[in-house]
């Protein structure tokens, strides 16, 4: 459900830059990865839960923004 919601945003042209198209990408990697953690972890602890679960979703914006930003340059000076 995830990746065709992903699709459908990034297909429609909701996202026009590149760093909102990563930040997007990466989110929605990072909220699989939640998934994953909530079935495994064995802690349940609210603070664990928003420091170590959530830190996974937001590095992966911040990872996928970043490499929208540095994909998007590599393509323009390659066609210069």
Known sequence: V?????YAVLRKGL?????QAGAVTGAFA???GI???????P???AAH???????VMLLG???????GLVSAK????SRA
Do not use: D, E, K, R
């Open 74 to 77: 590599y393509q323009n000076s």
């Open 15 to 19: 996202v026009t830059s590149p760093a």
């Open 49 to 55: 839960i928003l420091t170590w679960h959530l830190s």
């Open 61 to 67: 914006a911040v990872g996928g923004a970043i490499f």
């Open 35 to 41: 998934a994953v953690l909530a079935l495994h972890c």
């Open 43 to 45: 802690i349940h602890s």
């Open 2 to 6: 995830a990746g065709l919601c992903m």
């Open 30 to 32: 990072g909220l699989a």
